[in-house]
T-cell receptor, first 111, second 112 residues
């Protein structure tokens, strides 16, 4: 069973469109994250939710809106996509102060 | 705030040779330290972690890392590299809160 899963794996879209990426974890963890990995492979945290509450929001444009319907899911919705949004987006989850476990990533390409 | 430096952007090593990847962190207290590996087109997999106790930590795939407080370092080592170890390696530091800060990564190329 996949611990942290993301859909879709690849997403190609036009500038200005709105898209969503979904993340689910079956580890029973209480904290979930979204990271962005740019073309130089630099990983930067975007958001974190703990028990469905937003606890980290790292200077991310308002076009990005995370939503956590329950502890096992953290979705990322992006409005008005821009070229600079092209990246790989990783979801991760963690229990307490322990290790973060990462999903396989979603490669977003904005044309 | 904590930060991580991985001084080596790219390392090339021969198969069977030893590998050492450097990681230096900046944090006032004892941090939580991690090494992750990312194979091409894949997500991040945890290799090993240090929270406390023995400063030499064993991980998966034959990797180990040593925490040296005096040098603010957490270098990753493997005695004999396999071609499948070619990947991107990330060092990360946590402060016991909800954040992890990652280094810029080191690309490892293995030559036959």
């Amino acid at each position: 069973d996949t611990a942290v899963s993301q859909t879709p794996k690849y997403l190609v879209t036009q500038m200005g469109n709105d898209k969503s990426i979904k993340c689910e974890q079956n580890l029973g963890h209480d904290t979930m994250y979204w990271y962005k990995q740019d073309s130089k492979k630099f990983l930067k945290i975007m958001f974190s939710y703990n028990n469905k509450e937003l606890i980290i929001n790292e200077t991310v444009p308002n076009r990005f809106s995370p939503k956590s319907p329950d502890k096992a899911h953290l979705n990322l919705h992006i409005n008005s996509l821009e070229l600079g949004d092209s990246a790989v987006y990783f979801c991760a989850s963690r229990h307490g102060t322990d290790t973060q476990y990462f999903g396989p990533g979603t490669r977003l390409t904005v044309l | 705030a904590q930060s991580v430096t991985q001084p080596d952007i790219h390392i090339t090593v021969s198969e069977g040779a030893s590998l050492e990847l450097r990681c230096n962190y900046s944090y006032g207290a004892t941090p939580y330290l991690f090494w992750y590996v990312q194979s091409p087109g894949q997500g991040l997999q945890l290799l090993l972690k240090y929270f406390s106790g023995d400063t030499l930590v064993q991980g998966i795939k034959g990797f180990e890392a040593e925490f040296k407080r005096s040098q603010s370092s957490f270098n990753l080592r493997k005695p004999s590299v396999h071609w499948s170890d070619a990947a991107e390696y990330f060092c990360a530091v946590g402060a016991g809160d909800y954040k992890l800060s990652f280094g810029a990564g080191t690309t490892v190329t293995v030559r036959a």
